[in-house]
């Protein structure tokens, strides 16, 4: 099918040709996830959560989910940022309630210990999860492919686990910077043929979680987020030109402008302590916005859900923007707050 | 002494009336701590943080080290946030290595557990503190008190502890806003009271931390943020004009400028991720900039540290500034890293 017959099907994709719609676009972060009882019916089935990432037919089933209950514009692949470090044969699993555990690199040296020439396997099995979730998928709906973002993954894979101040990955830019952008370097060589891969299997478009992004001074969110992002980006647009990307940097606050006009990416996803008004006036009127929404909000819901719903849907109505949540959906969420929030959008509240 | 003679003494507070000083005056925040050697010595002699809180003449003899140390422009009295919610008989107590645990508050029908009469002989103990420290300090030296924003107190008297995500507080704010806001309305008139008696004790100006202000969506951060502070600054200014008042709105991001505008505060003290430009362009040309140094940079040390000084000290040269820290210091931090800063700042590195 023709690109520009696909785009006007898809409304996600639209929104990347300038078009402002009414209502906007809609899909959550995390929308295949723990508050869904469908899901947590899958994932008992598996041990480990990366066996459910890298098994496709049941990895492509929890994708589908929420597109089938909530008739999302978009489905995003069901995986992980830290398939790449797996992939790359850092040792890497999932501790039931704490999260994940990597096997932590701490200099340039241990670096040695990664394999960028072993990661096709487990990537293949993410592109067969994408190749038949489009299959699947309603033609209207977009897919979305992604990744994490260089300077996030590195976080993870130097710290060993998540942590409230990447203090690991950002010690080490302090001390070793040249010694990191190794690091940095080989994520970005990965990164681009990890999307390209997806991309070929039927993505439509690609999102960048960028989740640490907001922690880092100005200069170190120069060189560490928007560097490597501008590079990602520029690399993966010379092989797929026409193939929207979205830009997630997390907590970047006033930094965002410098972001969105020096990465190249198409839009970018703002977190919900992101002004709206910084999201109009900061943003370049080319870059497609989405978000914003306090996942806790959702989460909470009465009154004040629809009360911001309306202001969101309100203050972007002119702008080519996609409705989303700030973060991801929180556990707890009932999904019926998710089908409220769908129809409060659509405007059948 | 006239007020006019000690503002020309103390060149913190000549900041204040608008002199952009070379060096800049420099304190950092938790100067006082777990950091310095002689400060683990007195902690050890004491069961409990709070005692220490409380006992005066250890309280000032751990708020005169770092002073003695460095020679810092200003002492902060050495006391915690957390003072507030146990002076109103909230149980308050610091488990080793956890941080603090509080007797959590889930609704408005528990507030009354509270109890606004018997802050005073807590208080009191901080307020001799100050006394003692003042009676003791350079004449040189200020003397800041301090408490916490409204909302961060209520964070952790609503959460029970310290949390990234301030889900307890966030939650209920959404969910029965006139109820918290009953909570808030009695933190601003007890944070009256016990800042005010600091600056009757001796304190020469104050600082009101938030740390957990920045994880608020834009309306949210007007609500709980903005409204209670400039409540807060209104009813303390009437007491006591003269006296300066340092906002540190953490994590504010691009809504620092209108925290700036309507608080009434006289300084912000930025975190670590406000653009240095941010910081000149943003605040308005008669507020103090107070920050920003990444505290994980002191800890690293090294070249990368004297690089980012010039660049804070070279940029704020022309501007009402105050060198610290853009978060507390780290207790891993070298005292000698320390004391090379403050070298850095001052010119004789």
Same mark, same amino acid.
């Given at each position: 099918?023709?690109?520009?017959?696909?785009?006007?099907?898809?409304?996600?994709?639209?929104?990347?040709?300038?078009?402002?719609?009414?209502?906007?676009?809609?899909?959550?972060?995390? #929308? &295949? /996830?723990?508050? =869904?009882?469908? +899901? @947590?019916?899958?994932?008992?089935?598996?041990?480990?959560?990366?066996? $459910?990432?890298?098994?496709?037919?049941?990895?492509?089933?929890?994708?589908?989910?929420?597109?089938?209950?909530?008739?999302?514009?978009?489905?995003?692949?069901?995986?992980?940022?830290?398939?790449?470090?797996?992939?790359?044969?850092?040792?890497?699993?999932?501790?039931?309630?704490?999260?994940?555990?990597?096997?932590?690199?701490?200099?340039?040296?241990?670096?040695?210990?990664?394999?960028?020439?072993?990661?096709?396997?487990?990537?293949?099995?993410?592109?067969?999860?994408?190749?038949?979730?489009?299959?699947?998928?309603?033609?209207?709906?977009?897919?979305?492919?992604?990744?994490?973002?260089?300077?996030?993954?590195?976080?993870?894979?130097?710290?060993?686990?998540?942590?409230?101040? #990447? &203090? /690991?990955?950002? =010690?080490?830019? +302090? @001390?070793?910077?040249?010694?990191?952008?190794?690091?940095?370097?080989? $994520?970005?060589?990965?990164?681009?043929?990890?999307?390209?891969?997806?991309?070929?299997?039927?993505?439509?478009?690609?999102?960048?979680?960028?989740?640490?992004?907001?922690?880092?001074?100005?200069?170190?969110?120069?060189?560490?987020?928007?560097?490597?992002?501008?590079?990602?980006?520029?690399?993966?647009?010379?092989?797929?030109?026409?193939?929207?990307?979205?830009?997630?940097?997390?907590?970047?606050?006033p930094l965002v402008r410098d972001y969105a006009r020096e990465t190249g990416v198409d839009g970018v996803s703002c977190d919900w302590t992101m002004p709206l008004q910084c999201m109009t006036q900061e943003l370049p009127g080319h870059t497609v916005v989405q978000g914003n929404l306090d996942?806790?909000?959702?989460?909470?819901?009465?009154?004040?859900?629809?009360?911001?719903?309306?202001?969101?849907?309100?203050?972007?109505?002119?702008?080519?923007?996609?409705?989303?949540?700030?973060?991801?959906?929180?556990?707890?969420?009932?999904?019926?707050?998710?089908?409220?929030?769908?129809?409060?959008?659509?405007?059948?509240?």
């Amino acid at each position: 099918m023709p690109a520009q017959k696909m785009a006007s099907e898809r409304r996600m994709l639209r929104v990347f040709a300038g078009e402002a719609l009414t209502p906007p676009p809609i899909w959550l972060m995390r #929308q &295949a /996830g723990r508050y =869904l009882p469908e +899901y @947590r019916a899958i994932r008992a089935r598996v041990g480990d959560f990366l066996e $459910l990432c890298y098994t496709p037919e049941l990895a492509a089933e929890v994708t589908l989910q929420p597109v089938r209950r909530f008739d999302f514009d978009a489905a995003i692949v069901f995986a992980d940022i830290l398939v790449v470090p797996d992939a790359l044969n850092q040792t890497v699993h999932f501790v039931e309630g704490q999260g994940p555990r990597l096997d932590a690199i701490r200099s340039a040296a241990e670096l040695a210990r990664l394999n960028p020439s072993a990661t096709q396997p487990k990537f293949q099995r993410v592109f067969e999860t994408v190749a038949r979730v489009r299959q699947d998928l309603p033609r209207a709906t977009a897919l979305i492919g992604f990744c994490g973002a260089p300077w996030t993954v590195a976080t993870y894979m130097v710290g060993g686990q998540g942590s409230v101040d #990447q &203090a /690991g990955a950002r =010690l080490w830019a +302090y @001390r070793d910077p040249q010694g990191l952008q190794r690091l940095i370097s080989l $994520l970005e060589d990965v990164s681009v043929e990890y999307l390209s891969g997806q991309i070929d299997a039927g993505a439509d478009l690609v999102q960048i979680f960028d989740s640490w992004a907001g922690n880092l001074p100005d200069d170190q969110f120069r060189h560490w987020v928007i560097e490597p992002t501008r590079r990602l980006v520029g690399r993966l647009k010379q092989r797929h030109p026409g193939v929207p990307v979205i830009g997630f940097p997390r907590g970047a606050g006033p930094l965002v402008r410098d972001y969105a006009r020096e990465t190249g990416v198409d839009g970018v996803s703002c977190d919900w302590t992101m002004p709206l008004q910084c999201m109009t006036q900061e943003l370049p009127g080319h870059t497609v916005v989405q978000g914003n929404l306090d996942p806790l909000l959702l989460l909470a819901g009465g009154p004040a859900l629809a009360c911001r719903v309306a202001e969101l849907v309100t203050h972007f109505s002119q702008r080519a923007f996609i409705f989303n949540l700030g973060h991801g959906i929180q556990p707890q969420t009932p999904p019926e707050n998710v089908a409220r929030l769908v129809g409060l959008v659509r405007g059948a509240d």
